[in-house]
């Protein structure tokens, strides 16, 4: 269902599963629905439960700057760097989050 962007149906199936793989997918429909809050809900659950991929942190943070918490997305972000320098999509992220983050009504 996720490849056919039928997030709705995606997040039907993928209900009551448990374990990492289950809460990425599910923060990743969420995310596409712009449900930003429960992205970052599942994204979080993933990374408690073990995941470890750049693109875990990544995800979260994106998700934190779509709901504009800034702050926690610059935070993770940086974590994300820390634990895979290599990670380019990060640092590219981090540059605009930063300009974002400074034009940003306060």
Known sequence: YIKLKNYAKALQTLRG?????PHSLRGSCYFALKNY???????????AGGDVHPSAFYNLAIAYAQNKQY???????????????QHTETQRAMQELTKVWQSAPR
Not at 37 to 47: G, N, R
């Open 17 to 21: 599963l448990q374990g990492i793989y």
């Open 37 to 47: 809050p429960l992205a970052i809900k599942e994204f979080t659950q993933s990374i």
């Open 71 to 85: 702050a926690q997305a610059y935070k993770t972000l940086k974590r994300n760097k820390r634990l895979f320098p």
